[in-house]
């Protein structure tokens, strides 16, 4: 049985189902014997995204299975950059064909678009599920038409969608995992305190050499003290926990404190072999954050492009709405920040040299 | 002498100046005995970003140059989409070309980022000659730092901005090319009397017919006739000029009313041949300013990764000043707005057999 | 019963069909017990490619109706240039997505590249329709394996597929369309006599030119000789029209002669505004036939990165087959050589003012 | 003075040095006294193009001196990968930009084409320093004009090429360094041996299910034999070290046995911690080859299209020559085809205990 499935003679069409996918385009204007030739691509592009979409969510589930764990493996964290460099290729994509629904003018797509009333994109069932995963929160969303998001959808979709609401998405893993990470204090190298130091030494240097030089101008002189002052500011969050926690408290930072500070360590040191990987990964999730909203940002342009000032389907503006959601609907905004506590590598607290070894391979360590 | 000139044997490295080209790279790091590698891909990026700038001003001139005439020949509208198709292209790579400088990572970046206090890339000339040609103008900006945009360039420089913000950029050359269109009141066609039938003939129907069908939910009727009157308020300017007259004083609407209503037919019956390059060229225009504008976007989002919240080498902050211009440095937002504008081409005014023909070529009318 | 139609409450997913295509995806994989995550790439990207296949051939068919004429429509050639973007647009993504699949790496595929013997992309009935219809005729095609491509369909598809071979694809239509130029001899203008005049002038002045310069190198001079030569060699097909026919015959020339000279009239007067969308039309075909032949090659490229040496799941070596039909398989490569027999602007036969006029629109001749 | 050189205060235009390269651009055209707009772009795209090449070697270089050692930094390793990162990001931009050129049609390239003789992207310095940085060999270059390719360099120029061809390229290095893999042979565990144990009995179970199976068609179970067959004769030249030495003689390998088993240890076992960082190196070097072919394939597609069959500016046919370097120019072949020795993992060598631990981090394996 086993075998005979096994040697099954395989062919194209049936194996990729191409009866239902390539059957499943179904013209409104056909039926209702106004055929619109532009219709078809508003329906191919459609499920073209909604394809993309399937597969990202594929992705983003196999990555949090792999971060659902009170260890995760080291070979995981490769395996996962992997997968968010494959997510990030089809936003790529996604982003790029925007371009071709952009050959279809706003007067062509008038020839069909009475016929719609009131689908909408933000019916997207996969939509939701690749936010609910990345992290969006239901009190971080915007509101559109003053009910919740899930309201659109089925009973069975809704309970689906509240129990991912419920679950683990990959921000709070990435967190708990950042929480777990065991560099912050070895060996008598106390991370943070060590950084501490290095951050004042380079602002008390910098400042005495700013206020010295004789042959700068005043205009410049003020420029670069105020650069160091707001510079100083912000690196006072992290020296105080207390301050983190009240940012967090009034919502503008999200990640905890601890997760920041192993954020910002492996961001310093990512050139130790054992950080490599796990930069990778932090970085990778900047970079699907960022693809995301310029995906959401040429939505939004599109649909501007599209209706102008119109009304969209379901009844709203879309574009505004759209294009709130590339500012509000950020969900590794924190990650991003990040940069902003990084200081040069030249002023970088040096590690001791038995820490250095130890943040490498077993076999290189060993010699 | 000039065969001598024509004749002259021409190498590829003397051609392209690659002398002045290649030796154009001198690393602050490297003068400052603390190389940093990835200077050489800040100095080599921005000078190919301002080589495109140079090249799209090139043709942007050579446009205006054409459209600066009381009469328009007609080639030169086909050779200025051509024209605004390369401009379209080279958009396109500066904004992929964005990818290539995020390989550069914010640590990497604050090796050398101090050496170039303050220098920005708001000092970039050729930008803002772009923006000059296109069509911003100087009340429309946003200011940065309080000062003007211009106080950061050389004397010679400034007269040369000033000399084109009061010369014709291409915005008002397309505005006097639209009200010149000879095609508004054409053998006893008035297409404004036309479309206005056309319109109000339009919503009556479509308004009984929603408030007749009794199938419909009350929720879903409400969304229909609510878009409804969206959109009947929308045509009140153009039925109106008085209107269009106080948005336009008020800001909100930028072009005249007769360019208007000559974009709008032009959108409208861009089938009719001799309509079909002028309709072109509108969305060229169109595409010009929506791809300018995800270049700012992503320019923005790629000081934001590197920076984080710190202030730019120029003293503000470089994020949210570039942010506000992708919303407020449109240019050509009221030809994109025509959009509102359109019905379906199933309600379109009849065209008169008689001018039809006249639309045409002059070899095929005369059959 | 119509009006009920019409105001049909659509729904997103419904509309799309989103149960069949989001249900099309049956990993052979689990169904064996041995899940491969990345199966569901693999299929998926599949089921894209297919989509977008389905669109260019909506596009294509649309076309090929509106040339299927003894008189195209003018307006028809403005919508199929649009047509043709599109198509453009949509072949763009179509290779940029290889880089998707490209994230699967050869281990990866591994895993379940077994249990898919012996489906093929060969199989694909969407991508012949597609070649087929842009002309690709049965015997300028490499066979594989020995058997007619056609063998592995089913028997309706295999009649499908020899109608659409029987009928005439868009290379007949737009050869037809071109033999029909009525700009060949007009008032008086020969455009033959008089192109064959000009070229004749430019190389006989060039020839000696080039040996009366003193001061060049013999070597350069010979350069010079030798292009010169090989030009005039070519033009001597389109001086004489049995050398074209002969050509023909040899099969190294498709394209009839009198399609030939019209191209290349339309080609040399594109900015006069009759041949200006004509002109546009001949040079998407270009871009169609040039971005399709870059997807073979990425697909090629992709084949042999999965597999190196090992043969296909079709049993035969994909990449070499899939390399040779970037070479064979061109469809429009007569309009390629075009080029060919450009000469520049500066010594083309100068248009009567009469012709000139003509060629313009109505009501622009009129005045 | 140091002190004054840090604070110098650097101004964005002067910084990057605009009045060179901004002033780089001298018409042949205008020289000459017949403005050709489209020179411009010619001339400024190839300075972009030099530029991307400058930034390319940059990198290449930078990676070459890291690899130039008996002992490579684990570090290092992600640094290089992060370099090829770029350069391939840089190379996607280079391949996108060759539609801008292609925006410049043949008939406004003969506007200006006659002035550039004999100048040829033949003359491209940086390029051939690529090409030599890469491992491009002499003896493995296609002759172009029957001249060695460095006979157009100026004598220094020459000298300098000389130079690096008889230097280390990429493709020595990286041989070199995977030579001196230590995994080979490891606390007891041959990798060769364990590998060609699990590839024969893949073979042999494969081999006899599709004997057995009695319901396969006998077509098929002869496809499968065959590809079976073919499968078995590559692994031959990796059992039998004589072989490989044989293919190196006659050319068609030109990696040592020893680097190609590395390689191949890598990519088997690239989940491995310590494996991941290496394989991420492979990787890069393929994707960086294949992506240099794709734009050797696009510019000769573009030279096609433009010229046709007329001979180049450098005197031979531009097409067929860099057409024919897409094929014979791959430095990195031997690595892609590692693909074919690829077997499934279910089918790997399982590694001992001991020995998984050891190739992961000392901190993780301590514990």
């Known amino acids: 049985?086993?075998?005979?499935?096994?040697?099954a003679s395989v062919h194209y069409a049936k194996y990729l189902q191409l009866d239902k996918v390539m059957g499943a385009q179904h013209l409104r204007s056909v039926e209702l014997g106004k055929p619109a030739h532009d219709e078809m691509l508003f329906i191919i592009i459609h499920q073209v995204y909604e394809l993309w979409f399937k597969q990202i969510v594929h992705e983003l589930v196999s990555v949090a299975e792999m971060f659902d764990t009170d260890k995760v493996e080291e070979r995981n964290i490769g395996i996962s950059v992997s997968r968010f460099d494959r997510v990030i290729e089809i936003q790529r994509v996604m982003i790029d064909q925007v371009r071709v629904l952009e050959t279809m003018t706003p007067l062509d797509f008038l020839d069909f678009r009475n016929f719609l009333i009131p689908a909408s994109g933000f019916q997207s069932f996969q939509f939701r599920k690749m936010e609910l995963l990345l992290g969006l929160k239901k009190q971080d969303r915007l509101t559109y038409n003053q009910k919740p998001y899930s309201s659109v959808f089925s009973d069975s979709e809704?309970?689906?969608?509240?129990?991912?609401?419920?679950?683990?998405?990959?921000?709070?893993?990435?967190e708990k995992w950042l929480e777990r990470t065991p560099f912050l204090e070895l060996d008598g190298f106390n991370f943070l305190d060590e950084?501490?130091?290095?951050?004042?030494?380079?602002?008390?240097?910098?400042?005495?050499?700013?206020r010295e030089t004789s042959f700068i101008s005043e205009e410049e002189r003020a420029i670069r003290l105020k650069m160091l002052a707001g510079t100083e500011s912000y690196f006072d969050e992290v020296f105080d926990e207390k301050k983190h926690i009240e940012a967090q408290e009034s919502g503008s930072i999200k990640m905890s404190y601890k997760a920041t500070i192993a954020a910002l360590l492996i961001n310093l040191y990512r050139d130790e072999?054992?950080?490599?990987?796990?930069?990778?990964?932090?970085?990778?999730?900047?970079?699907?954050?960022?693809?995301?909203?310029?995906?959401?940002y040429r939505h939004a342009q599109m649909v501007l492009r599209m209706l102008g000032k119109k009304?969209?389907?379901?009844?709203?503006?879309?574009?505004?709405?759209?294009?709130?959601?590339?500012?509000?609907?950020?969900?590794?905004?924190?990650?991003?920040?990040?940069s902003t506590l990084l200081i040069p590598r030249s002023e970088l607290p040096v590690l001791p040299d038995k820490l250095k070894r130890e943040l490498g391979f077993y076999i290189t360590s060993k010699k």
Do not use: C
Request: hydrophobic share 30%.
């Open 1 to 7: 049985m086993e075998t005979e499935k096994k040697y």
């Open 158 to 174: 809704q309970k689906e969608l509240e129990a991912m609401e419920n679950g683990l998405s990959l921000t709070d893993l990435i």
């Open 195 to 210: 950084y501490r130091k290095a951050v004042k030494n380079m602002h008390d240097k910098e400042k005495a050499s700013i």
């Open 273 to 296: 072999p054992i950080l490599r990987m796990p930069y990778e990964l932090l970085r990778k999730l900047v970079d699907v954050d960022e693809t995301f909203t310029t995906w959401r």
């Open 311 to 338: 009304t969209g389907t379901g009844g709203s503006s879309g574009h505004d709405y759209l294009k709130s959601t590339t500012e509000k609907h950020h969900v590794f905004r924190d990650l991003h920040n990040i």
